[in-house]
């Protein structure tokens, strides 16, 4: 008897099989499935090149089925930069943590974003260093306990976390910049819409475009993975509220060109 059977459900093209390297209870995976199926929707996987961060996803080039390259800590921007120049017809996406990219990389983000660069940036906060071994990143929230930090950050000696997109959103330059979460699959199904959006824009030459994505991070912060979602939402999101900070159609609406 013929079997009636049909896969609905599958790896994504621009996934590669292989298992990945990340703690359990981290969502950097949940977040490679989102960027990979907004390049199959679009599709654009062959045209598709990512910069690869330092950091927990140093190794994203092992999962992606499309060109990637490596940049130095933090200088992710500049590579995509220079590459996007080389070749506009191409989709070029960073994919930073939050010390690779606030940190060592912040005048690159912001300058980047001041240009109008026309690539895509994933950046993953997970409010803390993940890979190096916990230490307080500029996105750690005050009281939050690190090992650099021990008694909880305080914001008398190391200034407020720092909220990325809406500090870019302050430039003038136009751009596409949202923040989401993935802890749960209402989240997750806003979070793939946004990463889709944002390579529409890049496709269509618009704008810079960043995507913020709230990332647990069971390993760092001492939690179990269900510990960890919960903090994410009690304690994370109201610090980094999500939604979408700059979009160049409102900008045109306002100016009356749409």
């Not at 199926?37 to 599709?43: M, P, Q, R, Y």
């Not at 994203?60 to 995509?80: I, K, M, T």
């Not at 220079?82 to 606030?102: C, E, N, S």
């Not at 751009?175 to 793939?192: G, M, S």
Request: with cysteine; aromatic share 8%.
């Amino acid at each position: 008897m013929e079997s009636k059977e049909k896969i609905i459900f599958t790896r994504p093209e621009s996934l590669t099989d292989r298992i990945t390297h990340y703690c359990p209870g981290c969502t950097h995976g949940v977040i490679h499935r989102l960027v990979a199926e907004a390049l199959d929707n679009l599709g654009v996987r062959e045209k598709a090149l990512g910069v690869a961060p330092v950091g927990c996803s140093v190794l994203a080039y092992n999962y992606f089925n499309c060109d990637f390259l490596e940049a130095p800590h933090g200088r992710a921007p500049a590579l995509a930069t220079g590459f996007k120049r080389l070749r506009p017809d191409m989709i070029v996406f960073t994919y930073q943590g939050d010390g690779d990219l606030a940190s060592i990389g912040m005048s690159e983000i912001i300058h980047s974003a001041n240009r109008g660069e026309k690539f895509t940036t994933i950046f993953v906060n997970n409010a803390v260093y993940g890979m190096t071994g916990g230490q307080m990143a500029p996105t750690t929230l005050e009281g939050q306990i690190t090992t650099t930090c021990p008694q909880g950050r305080n914001v008398a000696q190391t200034g407020q976390p720092i909220r990325m997109v809406e500090l870019l959103a302050a430039l003038v330059t136009p751009a596409y910049l949202e923040r989401v979460a993935v802890h749960t699959p209402q989240h997750i199904i806003k979070a793939k819409r946004a990463i889709q959006k944002a390579f529409k824009y890049q496709m269509e030459a618009r704008c810079f475009t960043l995507i913020e994505v709230l990332s647990t991070c069971p390993t760092n912060w001492g939690k179990t993975p269900e510990e960890a979602i919960n903090w994410l939402e009690d304690d994370l999101i109201p610090y980094y509220p999500l939604g979408c900070k700059k979009d160049p159609e409102s900008l045109e609406r306002d100016d009356g060109a749409v």
